[in-house]
T-cell receptor, first 113, second 115 residues
Framework: AQSVTQPDIHITVSEGASLELRCNYS??????LFWYVQSPGQGLQLLLK??????LVQGIKGFEAEFKRSQSSFNLRKPSVHWSDAAEYFC???????????FGAGTRLTVKP | ETGVTQSPTHLIKTRGQQVTLRCSSQ?????VSWYQQALGQGPQFIFQ???????GRGNFPPRFSGLQFPNYSSELNVNALELDDSALYLC??????????????FGPGTRLTVL
């Protein structure tokens, strides 16, 4: 069955520190992998997506993610976190038409000054 | 270019009532997907509309229904509301379900509270 697991419900990092958010997935067919960010009271914004090719994907706002097929993982990273990065982050997996997308439960990021 | 808009922003209903939520897709997009996001959870896919036809459905009962209009705007209707229907309902539009991997653009959502 298709599923996405984000093991960390809440992460706190200091401003300027590096960040890694974990995502593991299970999906039977050819798929896309996504990371979205959601600020309070807002909809979701796409940070990056992966389908094929280079397993290290660059996104907006300085984020990157690495696809590891052997581990069924797609972890999100940022070298230096800014206070404005505080938000909820969702990993998602979907098929060809985005008509069966599965989201993880999300990881809430808090940034300490 | 106008983004995805949703109305109303907030809504309070009582159990057993019916509700209609509305979504205007981004200009040029012919595909709309609806999601339910319960508090503290990730969005769950309800269904997708592509060129006015349902194009995929998640694990939601038939009392969740939808429409897409010729201008590609969309409605989500929920009948016989239950307390567990309280959630943020998100609409997302994309360029075309006929092309793989199109980015979905999300609206700000409608917060539905069922009492």
């Amino acid at each position: 069955a298709q599923s996405v697991t984000q093991p960390d419900i809440h992460i706190t990092v200091s401003e300027g520190a590096s960040l890694e958010l974990r995502c593991n997935y299970s999906y039977g067919a050819t798929h896309y992998l996504f990371w979205y960010v959601q600020s309070p009271g807002q909809g979701l914004q796409l940070l990056l997506k992966y389908f094929s090719g280079d397993t290290l994907v660059q996104g907006i706002k300085g984020f990157e993610a690495e696809f590891k097929r052997s581990q069924s993982s797609f972890n999100l990273r940022k070298p230096s976190v800014h206070w404005s990065d505080a938000a909820e982050y969702f990993c998602a997996v979907g098929g060809y038409n985005n008509n069966d997308m599965r989201f993880g439960a999300g990881t809430r990021l808090t940034v300490k000054p | 270019e106008t983004g995805v808009t949703q109305s109303p922003t907030h809504l309070i209903k009582t159990r057993g009532q019916q509700v209609t939520l509305r979504c205007s897709s981004q200009s040029g997009h012919n595909t709309v997907s609806w999601y339910q996001q319960a508090l503290g959870q990730g969005p769950q896919f309800i269904f997708q509309y592509y060129r006015e036809e349902e194009n995929g459905r998640g694990n939601f009962p038939p009392r969740f229904s939808g429409l897409q209009f010729p201008n590609y705007s969309s409605e989500l209707n929920v009948n016989a509301l239950e307390l567990d229907d309280s959630a943020l309902y998100l609409c997302a539009s994309s360029l075309s379900a006929g092309t793989s991997g199109n980015e979905q653009f999300f609206g700000p959502g409608t917060r539905l509270t069922v009492l």
